[in-house]
């Protein structure tokens, strides 16, 4: 199982995340971005709100939306830090 460490905005639907074992990916969302949760996403200024919350290891909005890091994870490709 993956944790997120980190969490920064790169642009549209895109972030970069820095996970447990150290390793940076980034991930785009705007192909996952279904659902009554995640409609507010689809605005680019809520999407920049982004933040990791430590308790429950992922990245969450303001609206509660978060996905599973493992989810992101396996979406996610390798950048160099």
Known sequence: MHWIKDVNYIEKYRLKLKFE???VKEVD???????TVFEPLKDINFFK????NSDIDTI???????????FL?????????
């Open 49 to 52: 709100k982004v933040s990791l």
């Open 21 to 23: 074992n150290n390793e």
């Open 29 to 35: 969302l705007e192909k996952h971005l279904n659902g």
């Open 60 to 70: 969450v909005w303001p609206n509660n939306a978060d996905y599973s890091p493992d």
């Open 73 to 81: 994870y396996k979406i996610g490709k390798p950048v160099n830090n």
